[in-house]
Structures are given as structure tokens and as C-alpha cells.
């Protein structure tokens, strides 16, 4: 229950930023930066540096960085009520709304062999533009060995299970009547 919390949380926050006049190229560079930045995460959770000090450094990372102000003040007040942990998640699911809203819908692509991955794709695309059939799809692809052949792909709330592993379950289930 406490992770649906902050599932929702972090969805309603980003609804917030997106509503905000802030752009996609500024979030994209925000989140960007706390993840090739380790240190800079680390600094902003410290729990022993108080909110005045971080405010403080938060304020000229965000001017240096030339952020603007919505996006400064929006960082200022996750960084105020303890939320610093959220922020890349917040801004991930920023900019999937935002693809959301252009059509463009984010589907993670289970696949075994490297060399399949392009037709693996194809396939799933193909499958998915029937259940979403006027959106484009940006794949997320992961490699999981597995499942043993094919590929699975998730998008939304929908899972279409192409794998090996995944025919094989069915096949157990239709043999002892599951």
C-alpha cells in the first residue's frame, strides 16, 4: 500500500510539473544531470544538511545550470517537504505524460537474443497497434534469458507474451486444467 502511495504521488507531482511552464528539454536536462551525478542525489537526501543549505546550493546548481524559474522553485519545494528521493522519478513520469499527450506511448520489450531484438520490435509494434491503434511507441528494451525465445512486451496496463516461457505456461495450464 505504501508503494501505490507513492506511485501516486509521484504521478500527481508530475501532473503539477506538467502544468507548470517549464519544457520537456529542461526536464529531460534536470533528470539527466541527478543521473550522471551521484554525489548530487547523495547531497540532496542528506539527511544531516539542513533544507536553508541545500536550498541555498539547489538555487546556484539551477542558475548555473540555467534552469528556469518554475523548474528552480519546483525542485525548492520537493527539497522543502522531504520529497528529494521522488525527484527522478517525478520527472520520468513528467516526461511520459508528456509522450503520452503526443501520442507516443512507452512499451518495455522483454527480449533473449540481441540479434532478434529489430524483429522482436516489429512484432510487438504490430501487436500493440491493435490495442493502441493511432500511437507511436518508444520500447524500453531488456534483455531476460528467461525467456527462453520470443519476446514480451507491456504497455499501459496491457502485457502480450510472445516468450517461450510464456507458451509453455499456457500449454502446463491447458494440460492440468488451470
Same mark, same amino acid.
Given at each position: 500500500?505504501?508503494?501505490?502511495m507513492q506511485?501516486? !504521488?509521484?504521478?500527481?507531482?508530475?501532473?503539477?510539473l506538467?502544468?507548470?511552464?517549464?519544457?520537456?528539454?529542461?526536464?529531460?536536462?534536470?533528470?539527466?544531470?541527478? #543521473?550522471? #551525478?551521484?554525489?548530487?542525489? #547523495?547531497?540532496?537526501?542528506?539527511?544531516v544538511?539542513?533544507?536553508?543549505?541545500?536550498?541555498?546550493?539547489?538555487?546556484?546548481?539551477?542558475?548555473?545550470a540555467?534552469l528556469?524559474?518554475?523548474?528552480t522553485d519546483?525542485?525548492?519545494?520537493?527539497?522543502?517537504?522531504?520529497?528529494?528521493?521522488?525527484?527522478?522519478?517525478?520527472?520520468?513520469?513528467?516526461?511520459?505524460?508528456?509522450?503520452?499527450? !503526443?501520442g507516443?506511448?512507452?512499451?518495455?520489450?522483454?527480449?533473449?537474443? #540481441?540479434?532478434d531484438l529489430e524483429a522482436?520490435?516489429?512484432? !510487438?509494434? !504490430?501487436?500493440?497497434?491493435?490495442?493502441?491503434?493511432?500511437?507511436r511507441?518508444n520500447?524500453?528494451?531488456?534483455?531476460?534469458k528467461?525467456?527462453?525465445?520470443?519476446?514480451l512486451?507491456r504497455?499501459?496496463?496491457?502485457?502480450?507474451?510472445r516468450?517461450?516461457?510464456g507458451?509453455?505456461?499456457?500449454?502446463q495450464?491447458?494440460?492440468?486444467?488451470?
Amino acid at each position: 500500500m505504501v508503494r501505490r502511495m507513492q506511485q501516486t !504521488a509521484v504521478h500527481n507531482n508530475a501532473v503539477v510539473l506538467s502544468e507548470l511552464p517549464v519544457e520537456r528539454s529542461e526536464v529531460s536536462s534536470v533528470l539527466a544531470m541527478l #543521473e550522471s #551525478e551521484p554525489l548530487y542525489m #547523495e547531497f540532496l537526501m542528506s539527511p544531516v544538511i539542513f533544507y536553508r543549505k541545500k536550498e541555498t546550493v539547489e538555487k546556484k546548481i539551477s542558475k548555473a545550470a540555467g534552469l528556469s524559474k518554475a523548474m528552480t522553485d519546483f525542485l525548492l519545494v520537493m527539497i522543502k517537504n522531504h520529497n528529494e528521493r521522488f525527484i527522478p522519478d517525478i520527472l520520468r513520469e513528467y516526461l511520459r505524460i508528456e509522450d503520452e499527450k !503526443a501520442g507516443i506511448l512507452t512499451a518495455e520489450l522483454y527480449y533473449v537474443d #540481441e540479434s532478434d531484438l529489430e524483429a522482436d520490435k516489429k512484432k !510487438a509494434g !504490430a501487436s500493440l497497434e491493435k490495442l493502441f491503434p493511432n500511437a507511436r511507441f518508444n520500447f524500453v528494451a531488456k534483455q531476460d534469458k528467461a525467456l527462453i525465445g520470443g519476446y514480451l512486451v507491456r504497455c499501459k496496463n496491457y502485457e502480450i507474451d510472445r516468450s517461450y516461457k510464456g507458451q509453455l505456461r499456457q500449454l502446463q495450464n491447458k494440460l492440468y486444467g488451470r
